[in-house]
DNA sequence: AGCACGCCGACT
DNA sequence: GTCGGCGTGCTC
């Protein structure tokens, strides 16, 4: 900082990215303060209001000087002196993701900071700082050793022999620990192991050595759902370690407390969801990525980066070990594994010698039609008898249906109503439990109408079946049998979803009819028939991720039986189908997703798909689908003139997406694809600052949004 | 994205 | 008379 002059530096603040507005923005240090260092959290003023910045540097930090003659204002100051700047690396990556999702830097590095640091005051992060450092620290909910539940518990303290396997992954995680400790980059390594195999112990395994070595780890897991049981295994194995868990869920004064331990240095582990890749941790040594195939590590809205991929990139900044882990890996990280940029472990054999589920097959084409006025049929004869001779056998049974409420749409047989949503182009779906029609996409909630609303007729009928139906047909076809139904309903009320998963666990129920909620992760012990009733859907899906993520799903889901070996002996995966020998059930039925996933890729090679073939998609909303039509046609004409890559690039011919309207607005979607993701990057970073003047010659334009790298299409 | 301003309709 | 609907514009 000169003398004299009064010094000058570029905050990111949250404000989106404008043509004309270079980023971050340029501030006056008060007289007499000394400038803020790079990092630093600092309040500043922003229009009419105040806002939470972030020092980027000096006044060279800025993207390009400000106008002739402006006239800067000052900033405040530091939040809190207390509280350490952000590291240079979390500023790199937060650099990097605003660039390579194409938004704004401030906003990226504003969203991706707890939300409660931008409301708290100065004294008030004093304070929680100084008792955070003051060692009193570990906060006893910091490691919530209250939601162990009866099996992790069960885990033992002290390792037990490793598998063959296993003990193969271990030594592939202490490799790249070495090539780390000796200066070179370690390659991600890829877990590919069955559900049952073992995963989690590698996870603890790799997590032990880079603690003993005094580092902290960062693990990554796809939904809140999932940190309760494995943070009790990570409790259970580091007892005196500080465990910080980083999600949404987590009331706010405490989530800021955990990041505050990780950023602090204080926390060991930080487990988390998608947001927690962006935790500063001063001594990260480790990013471990569990389920990495799964579709909620790409944020959705806003700046929409993937963690699992922002995990790679981090690892190979700080050059730390990443371990992705997945029964079921994502074709974009096979494929990686496959050109040996990744390391893949494969671990095909459950511990504990439990047997992998023998697959049957219901055939839905061969279901006897039930008799003129008698009930339908529930289910496959043979599978309702395959489920009750289960419960004779003090076995459970898990029956998934992926579809949420009592009917999907309710119809009047008199003039042909159905309850379609007013604002979506979508049904309206009948829950019987509060009597409501329910739109699934908006949230758009009615009391159920005692009659058609549009003839009066009184004989409005259910369509189709939901988990509230079948959980209903269930106990009218099985009435000895005790029938629990999970889904997101009935985990809605806090800590419910864990007390159905307790009473599972002790017993208490004979079937479970649930969504993919409960297909997910949950490591049951008793259940030993899995029966997937209607998972034909995607099989057709106009999305060429459907059948990726079809067979993900029902792999986990056969991974939910047989999980104890005292009773995986002849423990069944049902497919009800009407496609019964379709390939992607053959798969599953070989159990063999290398199979698949090579078949897959092959496919993908031949059509030019990802990850052969690089994509950006433009979202645009209006009032009038005309307007986001028009809008995106000209987007697409503005592409080839956008920069001399633009050769490099195909734009697809603007289409609807699968639910074409949406809380009242009306969608398009754009493709633009490129064999080159930096020809794809150039084109992008030419043509958003055209879009945004295009933008102003479509009236009724709601909004636009890039997707990089989108995830569903 | 916030957060203002501004310009028209239905209330006390 | 003003309370408030959401269109428009700006943020170093």
């Given at each position: 900082?000169?003398?004299?002059?009064?010094?000058?530096?570029?905050?990111?603040?949250?404000?989106?990215?404008?043509?004309?507005?270079?980023?971050?923005?340029?501030?006056?240090?008060?007289?007499?303060?000394?400038?803020?260092?790079?990092?630093?959290?600092?309040?500043?003023?922003?229009?009419?209001?105040?806002?939470?910045?972030?020092?980027?540097?000096?006044?060279?930090?800025?993207?390009?000087?400000?106008?002739?003659?402006?006239?800067?204002?000052?900033?405040?100051?530091?939040?809190?002196?207390?509280?350490?700047?952000?590291?240079?690396?979390?500023?790199?990556?937060?650099?990097?993701?605003?660039?390579?999702?194409?938004?704004?830097?401030?906003?990226?590095?504003?969203?991706?900071?707890?939300?409660?640091?931008r409301r708290t005051s100065p004294a008030a992060l004093a304070r929680?700082?100084?008792?955070?450092?003051?060692?009193?620290?570990?906060?006893?909910?910091?490691?919530?050793?209250?939601?162990?539940?009866?099996?992790?518990?069960?885990?033992?303290?002290?390792?037990?022999?490793?598998?063959a396997d296993q003990a193969a992954a271990v030594l592939a995680t202490?490799?790249?620990?070495?090539?780390?400790?000796?200066?070179?980059?370690?390659?991600?390594?890829?877990?590919?192991?069955?559900?049952?195999?073992?995963?989690?112990?590698?996870?603890?395994?790799?997590?032990?050595?880079?603690?003993?070595?005094?580092?902290?780890?960062?693990?990554?897991?796809?939904?809140?759902?999932?940190?309760?049981?494995?943070?009790?295994?990570?409790?259970?194995?580091?007892?005196?370690?500080?465990?910080?868990?980083?999600?949404?869920?987590?009331?706010?004064?405490?989530?800021?407390?955990?990041?505050?331990?990780?950023?602090?240095?204080?926390?060991?582990?930080?487990?988390?969801?998608?947001?927690?890749?962006?935790?500063?941790?001063?001594?990260?040594?480790?990013?471990?990525?569990?389920?990495?195939?799964?579709?909620?590590?790409?944020?959705?809205?806003?700046?929409?980066?993937?963690?699992?991929?922002?995990?790679?990139?981090?690892?190979?900044?700080?050059?730390?070990?990443?371990?992705?882990?997945?029964?079921?890996?994502?074709?974009?990280?096979?494929?990686?594994?496959?050109?040996?940029?990744?390391?893949?472990?494969?671990?095909?054999?459950?511990?504990?010698?439990?047997?992998?589920?023998?697959?049957?097959?219901?055939?839905?084409?061969?279901?006897?039609?039930?008799?003129?006025?008698?009930?339908?049929?529930?289910?496959?004869?043979?599978?309702?008898?395959?489920?009750?001779?289960?419960?004779?056998?003090?076995?459970?049974?898990?029956?998934?249906?992926?579809?949420?409420?009592?009917?999907?749409?309710?119809?009047?047989?008199?003039?042909?109503?159905?309850?379609?949503?007013?604002?979506?182009?979508?049904?309206?779906?009948?829950?019987?439990?509060?009597?409501?029609?329910?739109?699934?996409?908006?949230?758009?909630?009615?009391?159920?109408?005692?009659?058609?609303?549009?003839?009066?007729?009184?004989?409005?009928?259910?369509?189709?079946?939901?988990?509230?139906?079948?959980?209903?047909?269930?106990?009218?076809?099985?009435?000895?049998?005790?029938?629990?139904?999970?889904?997101?309903?009935?985990?809605?009320?806090?800590?419910?979803?864990?007390?159905?998963?307790?009473?599972?666990?002790?017993?208490?129920?004979?079937?479970?009819?649930?969504?993919?909620?409960?297909?997910?992760?949950?490591?049951?012990?008793?259940?030993?028939?899995?029966?997937?009733?209607?998972?034909?859907?995607?099989?057709?899906?106009?999305?060429?991720?459907?059948?990726?993520?079809?067979?993900?799903?029902?792999?986990?889901?056969?991974?939910?039986?047989?999980?104890?070996?005292?009773?995986?002996?002849?423990?069944?995966?049902?497919?009800?189908?009407?496609?019964?020998?379709?390939?992607?059930?053959?798969?599953?039925?070989?159990?063999?997703?290398?199979?698949?996933?090579?078949?897959?890729?092959?496919?993908?090679?031949?059509?030019?798909?990802?990850?052969?073939?690089?994509?950006?998609?433009?979202?645009?909303?209006?009032?009038?689908?005309?307007?986001?039509?028009?809008?995106?046609?000209?987007?697409?004409?503005?592409?080839?003139?956008?920069?001399?890559?633009?050769?490099?690039?195909?734009?697809?011919?603007?289409?609807?997406?699968?639910?074409?309207?949406?809380?009242?607005?009306?969608?398009?979607?754009?493709?633009?694809?490129?064999?080159?993701?930096?020809?794809?990057?150039?084109?992008?970073?030419?043509?958003?600052?055209?879009?945004?003047?295009?933008?102003?010659?479509?009236?009724?334009?709601?909004?636009?949004?890039?997707?990089?790298?989108?995830?569903?299409?």
């Amino acid at each position: 900082v000169s003398e004299g002059e009064s010094s000058i530096v570029a905050v990111a603040v949250d404000a989106p990215l404008h043509a004309g507005m270079q980023e971050p923005l340029l501030y006056r240090v008060p007289a007499g303060q000394a400038a803020p260092a790079a990092g630093t959290p600092v309040r500043v003023p922003l229009g009419r209001r105040r806002a939470l910045g972030v020092v980027w540097g000096g006044a060279e930090a800025a993207g390009a000087p400000p106008p002739e003659g402006m006239v800067l204002r000052e900033l405040e100051g530091p939040l809190a002196a207390a509280l350490p700047a952000l590291p240079g690396s979390w500023r790199e990556l937060v650099t990097f993701t605003a660039g390579y999702y194409h938004r704004g830097l401030g906003e990226v590095a504003l969203s991706v900071l707890p939300p409660a640091l931008r409301r708290t005051s100065p004294a008030a992060l004093a304070r929680r700082v100084a008792r955070l450092g003051a060692g009193l620290a570990v906060p006893a909910d910091a490691a919530t050793a209250a939601t162990a539940r009866p099996s992790a518990a069960r885990a033992p303290l002290h390792a037990t022999a490793l598998s063959a396997d296993q003990a193969a992954a271990v030594l592939a995680t202490e490799a790249a620990a070495a090539e780390r400790a000796a200066g070179a980059t370690p390659a991600p390594i890829l877990l590919f192991g069955a559900t049952g195999s073992g995963k989690t112990e590698v996870y603890l395994r790799a997590a032990e050595a880079a603690l003993a070595a005094g580092g902290q780890v960062l693990v990554l897991v796809p939904e809140i759902n999932l940190t309760p049981q494995l943070e009790a295994r990570f409790t259970a194995r580091f007892p005196g370690r500080v465990i910080a868990t980083l999600h949404s869920g987590l009331p706010p004064a405490r989530r800021l407390d955990h990041w505050l331990l990780a950023h602090l240095g204080h926390a060991d582990l930080v487990l988390g969801t998608r947001t927690a890749v962006f935790t500063p941790m001063p001594r990260l040594s480790l990013i471990v990525v569990d389920e990495e195939h799964d579709a909620s590590f790409k944020q959705q809205e806003g700046a929409r980066w993937s963690a699992r991929d922002l995990a790679v990139w981090r690892g190979r900044q700080l050059r730390v070990p990443v371990l992705l882990g997945s029964a079921t890996p994502s074709l974009e990280s096979w494929a990686q594994a496959d050109a040996g940029r990744y390391r893949r472990v494969a671990m095909p054999a459950r511990i504990g010698g439990g047997a992998w589920p023998v697959v049957r097959f219901a055939d839905l084409a061969a279901l006897p039609r039930p008799a003129r006025g008698q009930p339908p049929v529930v289910l496959a004869p043979e599978l309702l008898a395959a489920i009750e001779a289960r419960r004779g056998r003090g076995q459970q049974s898990l029956v998934l249906l992926n579809r949420r409420g009592f009917a999907p749409v309710l119809w009047c047989g008199a003039c042909g109503w159905k309850s379609g949503c007013p604002h979506c182009s979508a049904w309206r779906v009948f829950h019987k439990s509060d009597r409501t029609l329910r739109c699934h996409h908006c949230g758009f909630t009615e009391r159920v109408p005692r009659a058609c609303p549009d003839c009066g007729n009184l004989d409005i009928a259910p369509l189709g079946r939901g988990t509230e139906k079948l959980a209903e047909q269930l106990a009218a076809a099985l009435p000895q049998a005790r029938i629990a139904r999970i889904d997101a309903d009935t985990a809605r009320r806090a800590g419910a979803l864990q007390r159905d998963l307790a009473a599972v666990h002790a017993g208490d129920v004979d079937v479970i009819v649930g969504t993919q909620i409960v297909a997910k992760g949950h490591d049951f012990r008793r259940i030993t028939l899995v029966a997937a009733v209607d998972p034909d859907g995607a099989l057709f899906s106009s999305d060429f991720r459907a059948p990726e993520r079809l067979f993900a799903l029902l792999m986990q889901a056969a991974g939910r039986a047989g999980r104890d070996a005292a009773v995986a002996g002849g423990s069944e995966m049902w497919v009800q189908t009407a496609f019964p020998h379709h390939p992607l059930y053959a798969a599953l039925a070989a159990h063999d997703h290398a199979a698949f996933a090579a078949r897959q890729l092959e496919e993908r090679a031949a059509i030019g798909l990802p990850p052969f073939v690089h994509l950006a998609l433009l979202r645009a909303e209006a009032k009038e689908l005309a307007v986001a039509e028009a809008f995106a046609r000209e987007a697409a004409g503005l592409v080839a003139g956008a920069a001399p890559e633009a050769a490099a690039v195909t734009v697809h011919a603007p289409v609807p997406p699968a639910l074409r309207r949406l809380a009242g607005a009306e969608r398009v979607q754009l493709l633009l694809e490129s064999q080159s993701r930096p020809a794809l990057q150039r084109v992008l970073a030419a043509w958003l600052p055209q879009l945004h003047a295009l933008r102003a010659r479509h009236r009724g334009l709601l909004r636009y949004a890039v997707d990089v790298d989108p995830v569903a299409i």
